[in-house]
């Protein structure tokens, strides 16, 4: 009908009548939140280009994950930075390895949290590459021997969700296979699908420790330009057994994400990243936006564009935040 009968401010009159017509809602559980463990005991190193992040212990990962759960986050995703980095990231896939012990510790601590493990090399190459170097590139299948060895060991240390974030062709097939034939059939795959080789990964390789030593890695990992290539990319991640999809980065790829959502319907997972998070707190830093309100609005347009599930270093203040 036309004006004046369909007036739509009359559902914006009040801060009641706003909340019950709201079409997107964000809670506590939407989010994961990423945690950089390392070696040692009562150790909390400051991130210099994420500030409000660190690269913890596993005490310290352990007592901060209590502190996510106790606010309302029901999931974490461990990143691992060895004491030793090697050709063929052998920190990774080793029994006593940083994520397999800090897995065991917070399923210890929190039976009932959702322990993520992300599944990559980077951190743990001495080349700071996503694989097995040949010739002067990654491998891409003699990667995959040491994706499924490493899928096997997060399990076996508690993991309930294994993340492979690698980009390599044939990943979630190689560890759903590797992950069924050690009687971890019921273990999810959560597959960075769309994976795009970013410019908002900056502060990360900080906080990781994980630089390539040469090149970069737009030889596996996605061309920002492409949106197509990123459903043929989901499609073979749901054929190969992916249980859940996610689209990274986030903000700048609303678009895909959307798209991945509408096609697949699949849980869909988006990681807000390192370089989004570092942006806002610089901008807050100066006085020139509200951080808590920027925050928000960030995940919330995630979450709208179609995500699941949030993986973002705001998770902890954002559940508080929302719990006021």
Same mark, same amino acid.
């Given at each position: 009908m036309?004006?004046?009968?369909?007036r739509?401010?009359r559902?914006?009159a009040?801060? %009641?009548?706003r909340?019950l017509?709201?079409e =997107?809602?964000?809670?506590?559980?939407?989010?994961?939140?990423p945690l950089?463990?390392?070696?040692?005991?009562?150790?909390?190193?400051p991130?210099a280009?994420?500030?409000g992040?660190?690269q913890?212990?596993?005490?310290?990962g352990?007592?901060?994950?209590? !502190?996510?759960w106790?606010?309302?986050?029901?999931?974490?995703i #461990?990143?691992?930075?060895?004491?030793?980095k090697d050709?063929?990231?052998?920190?990774a896939?080793?029994?006593d390895?940083?994520?397999q012990?800090?897995a065991s510790?917070?399923k210890?601590a929190l039976?009932?949290?959702?322990?993520m %493990?992300?599944l990559?090399?980077? !951190?743990?190459?001495?080349?700071?590459?996503?694989g097995?170097i040949?010739?002067g590139?990654?491998d891409?299948?003699d =990667?995959?021997?040491?994706?499924?060895? =490493?899928?096997v060991?997060?399990?076996? @240390?508690g993991a309930?969700?294994?993340a492979?974030?690698?980009m390599?062709?044939?990943?979630?097939?190689?560890?759903?296979?590797a992950?069924?034939?050690?009687?971890?059939?019921d =273990?999810?795959? #959560?597959?960075?699908?769309?994976?795009y @080789?970013?410019?908002?990964?900056?502060?990360?390789r900080?906080?990781?420790?994980s630089?390539p030593?040469f090149?970069?890695?737009?030889?596996y990992?996605?061309?920002?330009?492409n949106?197509?290539?990123?459903?043929? !990319?989901v499609?073979?991640?749901?054929?190969?057994?992916?249980?859940?999809?996610?689209?990274?980065?986030?903000l700048?790829?609303?678009?895909?994400l959307?798209?991945?959502?509408?096609?697949?319907?699949?849980?869909?997972?988006?990681y807000s990243?390192?370089?989004?998070y570092?942006?806002?707190?610089?901008?807050?830093?100066?006085?020139?936006?509200?951080?808590?309100?920027? %925050?928000l609005?960030v995940?919330?347009?995630?979450?709208?564009a179609?995500a699941d599930?949030i993986?973002?270093?705001?998770?902890?203040d954002?559940?508080?935040?929302?719990?006021e």
């Amino acid at each position: 009908m036309a004006f004046p009968a369909n007036r739509l401010r009359r559902l914006r009159a009040t801060p %009641a009548i706003r909340e019950l017509v709201r079409e =997107t809602k964000l809670d506590a559980g939407d989010f994961i939140l990423p945690l950089f463990i390392r070696p040692g005991k009562n150790l909390k190193r400051p991130i210099a280009s994420m500030p409000g992040q660190y690269q913890l212990s596993v005490d310290e990962g352990v007592k901060l994950s209590k !502190e996510a759960w106790k606010a309302g986050v029901r999931s974490i995703i #461990l990143f691992g930075i060895p004491e030793k980095k090697d050709g063929l990231a052998r920190g990774a896939y080793a029994a006593d390895g940083i994520v397999q012990k800090a897995a065991s510790a917070v399923k210890s601590a929190l039976p009932d949290m959702a322990v993520m %493990a992300d599944l990559c090399f980077c !951190e743990y190459t001495d080349h700071g590459h996503c694989g097995v170097i040949k010739n002067g590139r990654v491998d891409n299948d003699d =990667t995959l021997e040491l994706a499924a060895k =490493t899928a096997v060991s997060q399990a076996k @240390a508690g993991a309930d969700v294994i993340a492979p974030s690698g980009m390599m062709d044939g990943q979630v097939a190689a560890i759903r296979r590797a992950l069924d034939g050690a009687d971890f059939r019921d =273990t999810p795959i #959560l597959a960075y699908a769309a994976k795009y @080789a970013s410019g908002f990964y900056g502060p990360f390789r900080d906080a990781a420790e994980s630089p390539p030593q040469f090149g970069d890695r737009s030889g596996y990992q996605m061309d920002p330009a492409n949106a197509l290539e990123a459903m043929r !990319e989901v499609a073979l991640d749901v054929e190969e057994g992916a249980d859940m999809v996610m689209v990274k980065p986030a903000l700048s790829y609303l678009d895909v994400l959307s798209k991945v959502k509408e096609r697949w319907g699949l849980p869909t997972a988006a990681y807000s990243v390192s370089g989004e998070y570092a942006m806002i707190k610089a901008a807050a830093a100066k006085g020139w936006i509200d951080e808590r309100r920027i %925050a928000l609005e960030v995940l919330l347009s995630i979450k709208r564009a179609g995500a699941d599930m949030i993986l973002t270093y705001y998770a902890l203040d954002a559940a508080r935040w929302l719990s006021e």
